[in-house]
């Protein structure tokens, strides 16, 4: 086969088996959404719902029960004390209790979208109770994971309480000048955290998908979400930043509207503070009613982002360790007909392949990468080069002639006969005819002879042209 031939990769599921490029990660991010909605999109959903529903009535009812008691006993009392530090006591286990639930939900939703991901970037669309099963086992390591941002801003705010209690002790905060470095510090801290933050969740960004995937210990997850992530911190971090973008102004062009209308309903419903029933329900409903929204969209975006983490984590390896190939593999043999006992887990990690602490290989550039993937489809056209092909050289030495061989005798041609006119060649022996041998000069004139030539005469006697010499007597 002559000329450039191209195969686009396969696409089995959600994504094509190549590297992704910045917008295909940042697209497919929104669009898995719809290839398992019941999964990615109603879980969510209801899991949110439901722990948002608890923990608002957990805190409702210890803060309503805890602040009565409070209210029935008087300043002067001598168990008010005690009972002022029990309920300040008993808020902040329950707030603890919300965080863990929040903290549990969040691990559960990033576990069952990685492996819906795993599952969807190679044409399988599983049940619930599947990708539960498949996220079981990391469940507590990720609850772990989860568990590093609060731990992170707990010391943060452990950091900021030892400044100021230091600043306190050394008698630096009578004086507004102290107070207005104090604040500047806070400021500062505040302001170096960020791009601390930035970093460390961009680099740990795919530990919740090798948890589920690989089933990594928790120390191997981060180490290789560490390295995997060399060479593409800005493209992860960039989708990331873009989706959480999108999502809060998607989020504040719903909250503005909706909060203005509840409250234009909350007027109608009761405009001079009626005690009814159904007013006062119908006023709880236009409050929260947009807050039923809003949760449906912090669900939607947790499991947009924890999409984008999986898919980033596809890239990564697909570049870096061949992932793409794997997967390739594992669809080609399952639609020959393998069963499922047969094929091999295709996210295992190859040990000869896997990433190290060494430098990562050269990125090639995106431009380049899309070059292939034209609109058509197909690559573009080649330009022909400048120069033309340069002939063949010749060999050293010409080729030997072919010995010769001479040609078979042919018979003569006949002499005329007595009309005048020659005999027919004779017939075709398959051979090539030689060429015809030059004419014989003609004979000299005989000499005189007093004998008359004889019309009888024999063919082989000297013959002489018509219309020259002697014709005899007239």
Known sequence: MTGQTWTPAPKRGIIPLHPLTFGMLLGRSFSALRHNPKVLFGFGVVIQLIVVVLSAALMGFVFATTFARLESLSPSSPDFEAVLAGTIGMNLVAGIAVGLASIAFTALM?????????????????????????????????????????????????????????????????????????????????????????????????????????????REALVRSWRLTRGRFWVAWGVTFLIGAIMG?????????????????????????STDPSAILGFVFALLAPQILLLVLQAITLVVQSTAGTLV??????????????????????????????????????????????????QVPEWAMNAPYQTTGYP?????????????????????????????PQPAYPAPNAAGQPHSPPPYS??????????????????????????GADDSSTWTAPGSGSRGPA
Request: charged share 10%; glycine share 8%; aromatic share 8%.
């Open 110 to 218: 990033q576990g069952v979208v990685a492996a819906e991901i795993g599952n969807a970037a190679i044409g399988v669309k599983a049940s619930l109770g599947a990708l539960w099963k498949k996220m079981l086992p990391a469940f507590w390591r990720l609850a772990a994971f989860a568990s590093l941002s609060v731990a992170f801003v707990f010391g943060i705010i452990v950091i900021a309480f030892l400044i100021i209690a230091g600043f306190i002790a050394g008698g630096l905060g009578g004086s507004m000048e102290a107070i207005g470095g104090l604040v500047v510090l806070l400021i500062l801290l505040v302001l170096a955290t960020i791009p601390l933050v930035v970093w460390l969740t961009t680099k740990l960004m795919l530990v919740p998908s090798i948890l589920v995937l690989e089933r990594a210990t928790f």
């Open 380 to 408: 573009a056209a080649q330009p022909y080069p400048a120069q033309p092909y340069p002939a063949p050289p010749l060999p050293a030495a010409p080729y030997p002639a072919p010995p010769y061989t001479a040609a078979p």
């Open 430 to 455: 398959g051979q090539a005819y030689p060429a015809p041998p030059a004419p014989p000069a003609p004979p000299a004139p005989p000499a005189a002879s007093s004998a008359p030539a004889t019309a």
């Open 313 to 362: 984590y596809l890239d990564c390896r697909m570049r870096y360790e061949g992932l793409d190939q794997a997967l390739i593999s594992h669809v080609e043999r399952r639609d020959l007909g393998w069963a499922d006992e047969q094929l091999s887990d295709p996210f295992v990690v190859d040990p000869g392949r896997a990433v190290t602490s060494a430098p990562p290989p050269k």
């Open 249 to 273: 102004l998607a989020m504040q062009v719903v909250n503005i509207p909706v909060a203005l209308l509840s409250s234009m309903l909350g007027t109608v419903i009761a405009p001079t503070g």
